[in-house]
């Protein structure tokens, strides 16, 4: 059985409210449900939301278990983190 149900939740932090959507899913024989929680502002039903959810991680491990895709995200990462670092140190050299 499962349950979505929205809300909104505030954090001390924050500005303003955020629209929190939690999904209880009662499983056999398990003791407690297990709970999850989206923060979006999405403004569709929450069980789109969390369907959308879903299914986003799903492509994502997809991607990330292609080797070549994992290489080429990584790689990618060093260049920006190269392309970067000498203007760090630069900004950190002059404080």
């Known amino acids: 059985m499962r349950l979505d149900e929205d809300f909104a939740y505030q954090a001390q932090s924050r500005d303003k409210p955020r629209r929190v959507i939690a999904r209880f899913e009662w499983h056999p024989g398990a003791l407690l449900p297990r709970v999850g929680f989206i923060v979006t502002n999405l403004p569709m039903e929450p069980d789109w939301v969390v369907r959308l959810h879903n299914q986003r991680g799903t492509a994502e491990q997809h ?5 070549g895709i994992r290489c080429q995200a990584m790689h990618q990462g060093r260049k920006v983190r190269l392309a970067l670092d000498p203007t760090v140190v630069q900004a950190v050299r002059r404080q």
């Open 63 to 67: 991607l990330l278990a292609h080797p």
